[in-house]
């Protein structure tokens, strides 16, 4: 097996215990304040995906920073003009707007407006 299908399938374990954990009574709560889980469909695909992802709350607005961009694609569909999202917080579905913003230092940023 391949050192990237390691890491995928490790990735995706990862993913699968934060989700598990967030939904959790007690833990849950705590998770909750830091991480949701975004739903959102694939630019190309046209397929929905749900991934579980840090985030923090700055005015009306929520921010998601992508840990390692370049290993990660879910945050180019957001590219441009953005796209439509969900976000899962303590159980409860945020609908918004994200936009992905790149700096020069090569960060990237998911601001995630919310009707």
Do not use: C
């Not at 391949?2 to 833990?27: D, K, Y």
């Not at 949701?36 to 840090?54: C, D, H, K």
């Amino acid at each position: 097996m391949g050192q990237e299908s390691l890491l995928r399938r490790g990735v995706s374990a990862f993913n699968t215990s934060v989700v598990a954990l967030t939904n959790a009574p007690v833990i849950g709560k705590i998770l909750s304040k830091a991480f949701a889980q975004i739903t959102y469909t694939g630019r190309r695909s046209g397929r929905t995906f749900s991934t579980p992802v840090n985030y923090r709350r700055s005015g009306d607005e929520y921010l998601i920073g992508v840990a390692m961009p370049d290993k990660k694609n879910w945050w180019r569909n957001f590219l441009g003009e953005g796209a439509p999202i969900t976000l899962r917080i303590d159980g409860v579905d945020h609908l918004g707007h994200a936009i992905a913003h790149r700096d020069d230092r090569g960060r990237v940023t998911v601001r995630v407006r919310t009707a």
